[in-house]
């Protein structure tokens, strides 16, 4: 036992050095604030992380170890038994045997570095709500295009979205693509789709597609139903990818923008978090939340130091996560404040994984993408819930959002649930197709052909508002063919909201759901299945059907469910604000440390919210 427990002592510490270093330098090289050749040391690094969790020893030197245990049959040889048995599920996603793919793998990712700087480097403008032409953020085109009531304004941050994708096709995202299938069919799959759905969510594609058009199905009369009630009610222009969704929701957007100052967003995230007594367990934690010139343009969490228990002493998580918020652009804080539950339910998830070694508790293999992502979505979707928007949601003079205000949002946004939920479906559907095709069909030309056509038999429209090959995730090796995964987690959110609500009756506030989630979804980690935690917490295996119900629900049972929510709430005395979150906070923008919780959380939030109103809003 002796020899085994050094192994794993050893392969923990070792684990954790490399993956620090190299999350390290990548949060310098994506937040742009690392020395000139950040970049070749981040791929330096992200090179030497991939070899040592690729090395094909590992899994023979466990399965040995694991012998040897198993033979002396004693009770107290089962942490490290267990322990051991998490490094070789964690080897068997990663480790590669084949010489020839370790050489691809380094290919992929210097050409994935050569891309994402040239990206970097790349600039998109678009028309402002001034009349501005001025250059932005994937996030500002986004929150131009959805909330600007100028069209030809909305127009030019969708222009600038479909240059950015053609950018991206001239400039190696194709080889990429025929990279990855390279690599992948050197270990044995048919391409780097089948490997990535195969690793990530154990299943293969077939599998995932039953599930996926299952969804698509259940899904495609009321998503027809919304979209034909959008162009009777605003005209046929409606549909256009640049007005959809201003026509379906700007107005009511425009009107919560008060209610959504995104200086309060940290402190309303804060107390909510609070309330819900979801805590941190002692992890230090940088937050960078405004756009920055040369920042990556996607929000993100990553943890530099997964938690464990090293020899039963506890090591808590360090953890990064960033938004792309511009505070004085109409939007911003609504999509701040979700960035800020979804990111902060990452990281509550990751610092509450209470296992001994961290192949547990770290963001990849085998750890399940949408067992992952449950955990985040599940926090942002209470933004949407109408006692949360009523205790929360407050305008400059502390008045709630009027009772009139959240059913008109709910009227808005209930009809396009579908529309919403299936726009995830883009990108797996494809991205199948896309990696299926022999190296001489990937053209430009062809891509472009494919993306439309996809965007058109799923969202009913000539063209997502979101256009596919402009989004992120297909740029990198860790995110490319799982974004699927987000689908997954939502289905998994509305089964464990309906679990709540059926044992609790209520979301917002309620102090069980912190422990609930940490003791059924969060403390095992990737050590079981995310059927697992499911059949755990509410009883029953992964079930797509909430999700597809929630989709398909009539406005006016939205409505009415909204109001017997509101009345629910306002019969329960809201608790105070005073769970220990055990969490050091530090709100940077790049190096500048904007705000810290050293003296306490109000102190920090306030120490946010005056630098934004000083920053931002001085007109």
Known sequence: MKKSQAYFDALNHDYLKIHQTKEELFWQNYMGTGEEDVSARYAAAESAYKRFIAEPSRLQEIRELISELEAEASADNQPLLDGLRGWYRFFDCNAIEDPQAQVLLDEIIQAEAALFAKRKQQRLTHINSKG???NASLGELLTNQANNENEAYRRSSHNALRELEQWLLHNGLSELVGLRNRFARQLGYRNYFDYKVNKTERMSPEQLFAILDRFEEQTRESNVRSLNELVAREGDAALMPWNIRFTSAG?????????????DSLARWINSFKRLHIGFNGAEMQLDLLVREGKYENGFMHSPV????????WVSGVINFTSLAKPDQIGSGA???????HEGGHAAHFANIRQNAPCFSQEFPPTSMAYAETQSMFCDSLLDDADWLKRYARNAQGEPVPDELIQESIAARQPMRAFNERHIL???????????WPDEKRTPEAITALARDVETHILGV????????AIPHLLSLESACSYQGYLLALMAVEQTRAFFLKRDGYLTDNPAIGPDLAKHYWTPGNSVSHDDTLRSLTGEGFNPDYLAQS???????ALQEAQQTIASAAQREQPAADFDLQVHIKVVDGKRVLADNADGDEAMCLDFADFVQQTYMKN
């Open 426 to 436: 883009l990108v797996p559907y494809f991205e199948w197709q896309l990696y299926q």
């Open 132 to 134: 501005e032409r001025v």
């Open 462 to 469: 000539t063209g997502s508002p979101r256009p596919t090959l």
């Open 335 to 341: 999509s701040g404040i979700n960035t800020l539950f």
């Open 551 to 557: 989709c398909n629900q009539t406005v006016a049972a």
């Open 251 to 263: 107005d009511v957007t425009r009107q919560l923008d008060p209610y959504f100052p995104f200086a």
């Open 306 to 313: 997964p938690t464990f228990y090293d020899n039963g002493k």
